[in-house]
């Protein structure tokens, strides 16, 4: 098992076998639940998944679901 990084503390963790990282990717429960903070306050933006194309303002027919 590779090597990762903790994506809150940027600390590489360096891991011999599965069990021995049961937070990964993070080091540890507390990094773990510092990132799941940042998504619910909003820190994170949102991805342009949540704006399809398809749903693209469309000067004459404004509201896409009435068609
Ligand atoms: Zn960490």
């Avoid at 080091?27 to 990132?35: L, S, V, Y």
């Amino acid at each position: 098992m590779p090597n990762y990084e903790c994506p809150t503390c940027k600390k590489t963790i360096a891991v011999d076998k599965k069990e021995d990282a049961p937070f990964r990717p993070f080091c540890t429960k507390r990094c773990k639940m510092i990132d799941l903070g940042r998504w619910l306050d909003g820190t994170y933006t949102i991805t342009e998944e949540a704006n399809p194309p398809q749903f693209s303002r469309d000067p004459d027919n404004p509201d896409p679901s009435s068609i």
